[in-house]
T-cell receptor
Framework: AQSVTQLDSQVPVFEEAPVELRCNYS??????LFWYVQYPNQGLQLLLK??????LVKGINGFEAEFNKSQTSFHLRKPSVHISDTAEYFC????????????????FGKGTLLTVNP | NAGVMQNPRHLVRRRGQEARLRCSPM?????VYWYRQLPEEGLKFMVY????????ESGMPKERFSAEFPKEGPSILRIQQVVRGDSAAYFC??????????????FGPGTRLTVL
């Protein structure tokens, strides 16, 4: 079974500073990787996803993530954060269907609360 | 275009009562997924439904939990005889009918269930 570890439960940063939210996964077969964001009192919104191809994935709101197969990581980065980026961020994986997995079954990490301070 | 709707947003039940959680998918979506988030945990998959069919319920507890997605109306997650351990946030997601390699799942805001 696959698993996801988000190493930091909380990350406080100052506005306009860069940020990296870490995500590591474990799986015996190849996976698809996702980052979701949850703003207060809202549903989870997809930021970006990696299916195949280029390991650097660009998403919405200026976020990007890099897939590193050897380190089984998919860290999320933004060069300059805004107050409005304050939210909970979830990393998730699903199995690559070409590996025989169920690609609809997302496995999530516990989330990282990003707090951007003025 | 309204997103995924869930109601109620907060639900309080006493031990032994029934909890009914509703999910209305996005317009045009025919696939619904339920996830549960226990305190201090990530979201965990419970069940995947299409209209009038349960496709995968491998994440559902064997007893007291059931889900349906009727031809008309919202998807319902029902928990009978709730216990304190059922206290959690329950999220519903939906995706469009023609599944691609990894169709995006669109999530609702969740229902926070508290069992007293």
């Amino acid at each position: 079974a696959q698993s996801v570890t988000q190493l930091d439960s909380q990350v406080p940063v100052f506005e306009e500073a860069p940020v990296e939210l870490r995500c590591n996964y474990s799986s015996s077969v190849s996976v698809y990787l996702f980052w979701y964001v949850q703003y207060p009192n809202q549903g989870l919104q997809l930021l970006l996803k990696y299916l195949s191809g280029s390991t650097l994935v660009k998403g919405i709101n200026g976020f990007e993530a890099e897939f590193n197969k050897s380190q089984t990581s998919f860290h999320l980065r933004k060069p300059s954060v805004h107050i409005s980026d304050t939210a909970e961020y979830f990393c998730a994986v699903s199995l690559n269907p070409y590996s025989g997995g169920s690609n609809y079954k997302l496995t999530f990490g516990k989330g990282t609360l990003l707090t951007v301070n003025p | 275009n309204a997103g995924v709707m869930q109601n109620p947003r907060h639900l309080v039940r006493r031990r032994g009562q029934e909890a009914r959680l509703r999910c209305s998918p996005m317009k045009g979506h025919s696939h619904v997924y339920w996830y549960r988030q226990l305190p201090e945990e990530g979201l965990k998959f419970m069940v995947y439904l299409q209209k009038e069919n349960i496709i995968d319920e491998s994440g559902m507890p064997k007893e007291r939990f059931s889900a349906e997605f009727p031809k008309e109306g919202p998807s319902i997650l029902r928990i009978q005889q709730v216990v304190r351990g059922d206290s959690a946030a329950y999220f519903c997601a939906s995706s469009p009918p023609n599944r691609g390699l990894a169709d995006t799942q669109y999530f609702g805001p969740g229902t926070r269930l508290t069992v007293l």
